[in-house]
């Protein structure tokens, strides 16, 4: 299973004292030298975290994949449309929000979501959403015909319920297996960590984790090329166990 490294918060912290350090383009190269198949960033409405000067950088620099989250707006599409990442993933964005805190509506806004992936396709980039792991969005997904999902594993990783995480993978596991016999590429994300990620790893179908916070967080502490290679070796892990 492939790992891609959200940078977004190195951006954040750079831009709590609005400074030029640390730099997440660097955090980025770290990334990649660890193992990591695909950068991926988040570019607000707000600018919060990531900065335009950091996708145009980024755009040069990262030699695996870019993946871009934005909301489906007509600017983000211009800025998309110019900078050229490999995939844009579609979120949804709440001004109020602390992180994205749940699947895009796709079933509720088919038409607008139509008309933003037609224009970056035009543009020849893969477009993909960042969903619940719901049916309905799956269906949803379908008539849109997106090149990947990524199924919102937020609602997992909070729970402290069993009862609950074991709901929510079933939920997951399903909605694999819907986008998959409909050819579409699925990813996870969202809350992932050390020791929640091995459940989601047993999945099969999924092929590529989303992961920031819990990186960035032990990278503090052992560096980011080492917190990038400690995830890789628990996927690794998981992966085998799931093999046996
Ligand atoms: N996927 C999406 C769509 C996200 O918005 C985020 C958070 O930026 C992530 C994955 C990574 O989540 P986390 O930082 O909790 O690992």
């Known amino acids: 299973m492939k790992l891609g490294v959200n940078v977004d918060h190195v951006a954040t912290l750079r831009q709590a004292r609005m400074t030029i350090e640390p730099d997440p383009v660097w955090a980025a190269v770290e990334a990649e030298l660890a193992g990591a198949d695909g950068i ?11 900065q335009e000067r950091d996708l145009k950088i980024l755009r040069e620099v990262v ?7 934005m909301a489906p707006t007509t600017e983000m599409v211009k800025i998309a449309c110019s900078i050229m990442p490999d995939t844009v993933t579609l979120v949804p964005e709440r001004r109020e929000e602390i992180t994205t805190e749940g699947g895009l509506n796709i079933a509720g806004m088919l038409n607008k979501i139509r008309k933003t992936t037609d224009n970056l396709r035009s543009g020849k980039i893969k477009v993909g959403a960042f969903i619940d792991p719901d049916i309905r969005q799956i269906e949803a997904c379908k008539k ?3 090149d990947h999902i990524e199924i919102n594993t937020g609602k997992y990783s909070e729970t402290k319920n069993s009862i609950t995480a074991e709901k929510e993978l079933i939920a997951i596991r399903n909605s694999v ?17 050390y020791k929640n990620v091995a459940d989601i790893v047993k999945i099969d179908g999924i092929e590529e984790l989303n992961i920031g916070h819990s990186i960035i967080a032990r990278s503090v502490f052992v560096g980011i090329r080492k917190a990038v290679e400690e995830m890789i070796l628990t996927i690794d892990k998981a992966s085998e166990k799931k093999k046996n």
């Open 40 to 50: 991926t960033i988040h570019l607000r409405e707000d600018r919060r975290h990531i």
């Open 63 to 69: 030699k695996t994949k870019l993946n871009l989250e």
């Open 144 to 146: 849109i015909n997106f």
């Open 177 to 193: 297996v819907d986008a998959l016999d409909n050819d579409i590429k699925v990813n996870a994300g969202h809350g992932l960590n």
